[in-house]
């Protein structure tokens, strides 16, 4: 069988990188895209007032799911680390500990999320016409959540030891799954919301299924029952590096639950809108997000082998990558935003609404790819705490941003929410990366001056 699994301690980073991120690019972008035809077909099925319910809950959804995934990819950073290392005990403890801490993760986090969604949606401000559609949902997706932390968590591993192969094959088949419930359930049964939050759960199971049994199959990854015998230690340093992520991810959530809460609080046109901007801008985010994926893996494993040279030739790479997206996807934003919105829209005012949103935000999306980058390089290097403070300084922007303009200058207040949380989250993660590798370049390179002054010596 064909080694799934990259080593990016050695060889040319380009090359690398390059084949790592095209499989990891095509299963985003195919996520997003089973997302967005979910959208379409609700919108187009069940109309503006079914977009607007499933769109509510996105907030919510990024709260719980992006602590699970911050908290996946905190731990992935300790298993590339020992990956890189090459130290395979320490690698075998750390994925059992991750095993066993998902397992506790999964159903508290699923249980907690149901028992508080009717309240959550109130203090959102859910419209009355959009309320019990949007808990029909919101019930069956985190009901189900143990199959996304499982996907999550089973992905994160993979990509650390540099397989984005086999998330590219789950993704292709439950996308497929997903568009053909989504049209049964909706179209042809009638089922409302609930068949679109049914055809997501599913393809969800199949996704966490096929990762799973990739993980099984891998060498490195063979475990024994005294893996699972772990000292605290393990447990420690999984969490310490895991907790600064997930937090960083729910901040961030909760910033975006705020602009939620004042978006609702002027009708179901305004959040039907937020919704289709906020899908586009999760759609064409997707290539840096990806990059930034690409340079957590690549940080983490060369981080662990003390190749910190490599770390900044990788920097390159990826921020190349991120630039060139955004002078691609950040045209199509400013210059088609009417065309754009009514593939998602019927709406008249609603499209209106979305070509305020999508221009000013694709002028400024540069500085959002650089961050995705430079933040990726500072959580591979096992540096969390400062990404973790820039998501709350984030959620202080979009708090003040939001409550202080949306009554001034209307629904353009989001689009400059969004721009100041950019903003701040990359000065602060751009200090985070100058403090965290540049001492250590300059470590190499005075080793490398030591070395050269002792074989001259010695000529």
């Known amino acids: 069988m064909k080694r799934k699994e990259i080593d990016f301690t050695q060889g040319s980073p380009l090359k690398l990188i390059l084949s790592f991120y095209w499989p990891l690019l095509l299963t985003s972008m195919l996520q997003q895209f089973y997302n967005f035809a979910d959208t379409w077909i609700v919108g187009k099925g069940l109309g503006d007032n079914a977009l607007a319910a499933v769109g509510n809950m996105g907030s919510l959804f990024f709260l719980i799911v992006g602590f699970s995934f911050g908290l996946a990819n905190g731990f992935a950073v300790l298993v590339a680390q020992s990956y890189g290392a090459k130290d395979i005990e320490t690698l075998k403890h750390r994925f059992a500990g991750v095993i066993e801490l998902g397992i506790v993760l999964a159903a508290f986090l699923s249980v907690s999320s149901v028992l508080f969604l009717p309240h959550a949606l109130r203090l959102l401000r859910t419209d009355e016409l959009i309320f019990a559609d949007s808990l029909k ?228 999306m540069i500085f959002l790819n650089i961050l995705f980058v430079v933040r990726s390089a500072v959580q591979g290097m096992g540096k969390p705490m400062l990404p973790m403070l820039s998501g709350i300084l984030e959620m202080i922007l979009r708090t003040f941003v939001i409550s202080f303009f949306i009554g001034r200058i209307g629904f353009k207040a989001t689009a400059y929410t969004e721009i100041s949380a950019w903003l701040g989250a990359l000065a602060v993660n751009g200090y985070a990366l100058y403090i965290s590798l540049m001492p250590l370049l300059k470590a190499d390179k005075d080793t490398c001056k030591d070395s050269r002054i002792i074989i001259d010596n010695h000529a």
């Open 137 to 364: 949902y919101g019930y069956i997706v985190f009901g189900g959540l143990s199959a996304g932390i499982c996907y999550n968590i089973s992905g994160a591993i993979l990509r650390a030891l540099g397989d984005s192969r086999t998330p590219l094959k789950a993704i292709i088949i439950s996308s497929i799954l997903n568009l053909s419930l989504d049209s049964l359930f909706i179209f042809k049964l009638h089922m409302g919301v609930e068949g679109a939050a049914i055809a997501t759960l599913c393809s969800q199971v199949i996704s966490s299924i096929i990762c799973i049994n990739s993980l099984r199959k891998m060498e490195v990854l063979k475990l024994q029952k005294e893996y699972f015998k772990n000292e605290k230690k393990i447990f420690f340093d999984l969490l310490k590096n895991g907790i600064p992520m997930a937090l960083m991810n729910s901040i961030t959530a909760i910033g975006c639950m705020v602009v939620q809460y004042f978006v609702n609080g002027f009708g179901v046109v305004y959040t039907a809108a937020y919704a289709a901007c906020s899908k586009y801008l999760n759609l064409f985010m997707n290539p840096a997000t990806t990059a930034g994926n690409a340079m957590s893996a690549y940080t983490s494993q060369n981080y662990g082998a003390g190749r910190y040279d490599r770390i900044k030739e990788g920097f390159k790479v990826c921020l190349g990558i991120a630039l060139t997206a955004y002078a691609i996807l950040g045209s199509i934003m400013v210059f088609i935003p009417d065309k754009l919105a009514a593939i998602l829209l019927s709406g008249e005012e609603q499209i209106g609404l979305v070509c305020l949103f999508l221009p000013r935000c694709g002028i400024m």
